[in-house]
T-cell receptor, first 114, second 117 residues
Framework: GAGVSQSPRYKVAKRGQDVALRCDPI?????LFWYQQALGQGPEFLTY????????KSGLPSDRFFAERPEGSVSTLKIQRTQQEDSAVYLC????????????FGNGTRLTVT | AQTVTQSQPEMSVQEAETVTLSCTYD???????LFWYKQPPSRQMILVIR??????QNATENRFSVNFQKAAKSFSLKISDSQLGDAAMYFC??????????????FGKGTHLIIQP
């Protein structure tokens, strides 16, 4: 595709439900990042993949958060037993594996936990 | 750890005027990149301008330019001839060059730019 695609665009979940958010990066992009953006804040790093390897998951806020990228392309961010504080926009970004390569962002998924 | 600070939660400017958005950062590294991203209501982060820390010359992209002061760790964005389409949240971001592409971005909290017609 032409850009990074994320789905769904909006997700409403009842507290305690599990959710799965999908990210389709730009074809050929080795690096993939997930960010969490709370209302009125800047995005905060969650986790990083290089191909299928999850090299950094230091930003995941709890063990309820899990991310995977099994074939080194599409990635899924899963949140188990959602809590109200999980309500945020979840952004995915991809780039070539070079420090000077810009990150290309998707439109994000807005998760609301009621 | 690196931190990025944007001290202006909101700025307002008249259409066609010039506005400057402030950003400071803290790092012990000498090799890094700085960015300004624009986030309209569509939520997509759009890269506005990028600066390599090893370059002394300030980056420019059409109506957008930066004032990069490495010693002061300051990285402000100047928007000339402001247009209604410039209205958005603007985020300053830092990226280390030590990880060979594995480093993500550290963002500030953002500045909401309002363009008055």
């Amino acid at each position: 595709g032409a850009g990074v695609s994320q789905s769904p665009r909006y997700k409403v979940a009842k507290r305690g439900q599990d959710v799965a958010l999908r990210c389709d990066p730009i074809s050929g992009h080795v690096s993939l990042f997930w960010y969490q953006q709370a209302l009125g804040q800047g995005p905060e790093f969650l986790t990083y993949f290089q191909n299928e390897a999850q090299l950094d998951k230091s930003g995941l806020p709890s063990d309820r958060f899990f991310a995977e990228r099994p074939e080194g392309s599409v990635s899924t961010l899963k949140i188990q037993r959602t809590q109200q504080e999980d309500s945020a926009v979840y952004l995915c970004a991809s780039s070539l594996n070079q420090a000077n390569s810009p990150l290309h962002f998707g439109n994000g998924t807005r998760l609301t936990v009621t | 750890a690196q931190t990025v600070t944007q001290s202006q939660p909101e700025m307002s400017v008249q259409e066609a005027e010039t506005v400057t958005l402030s950003c400071t950062y803290d790092t012990s590294e000498s090799d890094y990149y700085l960015f300004w991203y624009k986030q309209p209501p569509s939520r997509q982060m759009i890269l506005v301008i990028r600066q390599e820390a090893y370059k002394q010359q300030n980056a420019t992209e059409n109506r957008f330019s930066v004032n990069f002061q490495k010693a002061a760790k300051s990285f402000s964005l100047k928007i000339s001839d402001s247009q209604l389409g410039d209205a958005a949240m603007y985020f300053c971001a830092y990226r280390s060059n030590s990880g060979g592409g594995a480093d993500g971005l550290t963002f500030g909290k953002g500045t909401h730019l309002i363009i008055q017609p």
